[in-house]
Nanobody
Framework: QVQLVESGGGFVQPGGSLRLSCAAS????????IGWFRQAPGKGREGVSS????????QYHDSVKGRFTISRDNAKNTVFLQMNSLKPEDTAAYYC??????????????????????WGHGTQVTVSS
C-alpha cells in the first residue's frame, strides 16, 4: 500500500524546536522529490521545503531559511523536517507530498502545491506561549 504518514507535530513555545517525520511505504523516498507544505487556518497551502530525488539538493521558503532543515534517511524510508527557532506564525498543519513529475537526480524542485500529487494526512504544529 502506497502511503505517506506525517508525525512529530505538537505544541511548542516560541523559540522551541520540533522534528517532523514523513514515513513512506509502498515506494522508496529517494525515487521522488519530496516536499513539505503547511496550511494555517483560513489560508492556502504554502510550500515550506523540498528535497530532490536521489542527491540531497534542497529548497526553502524564505520565511524558514536558516531555521528549518529538510533531510532524508533512505534506510528508514523517511523524510524529516527539523524546525528550530519556531515562531507563532509557523503554526499550521504540516504535510509531505511527492513531486508529480519526473526529475533528474539532484534536480531542485519548486514549492508549488499543485506540482505535488500524493499527500499525507498531515500533522499539527502549534507555536504559542
Amino acid at each position: 500500500q502506497v502511503q505517506l504518514v506525517e508525525s512529530g507535530g505538537g505544541f511548542v513555545q516560541p523559540g522551541g524546536s520540533l522534528r517532523l517525520s514523513c514515513a513512506a511505504s509502498g515506494f522508496r523516498v529517494d525515487e521522488y522529490a519530496i516536499g513539505w507544505f503547511r496550511q494555517a487556518p483560513g489560508k492556502g497551502r504554502e510550500g515550506v521545503s523540498s528535497i530532490s530525488r536521489g542527491e540531497n539538493h534542497t529548497q526553502y521558503h524564505d520565511s524558514v531559511k536558516g531555521r528549518f532543515t529538510i533531510s532524508r534517511d533512505n534506510a528508514k524510508n523517511t523524510v524529516f523536517l527539523q524546525m528550530n527557532s519556531l515562531k507563532p506564525e509557523d503554526t499550521a498543519a504540516y504535510y509531505c507530498a511527492t513531486y508529480s513529475y519526473d526529475t533528474e537526480e539532484g534536480e531542485v524542485v519548486g514549492l508549488t502545491p499543485e506540482d505535488f500529487d500524493f499527500w499525507g494526512h498531515g500533522t499539527q504544529v502549534t507555536v504559542s506561549s
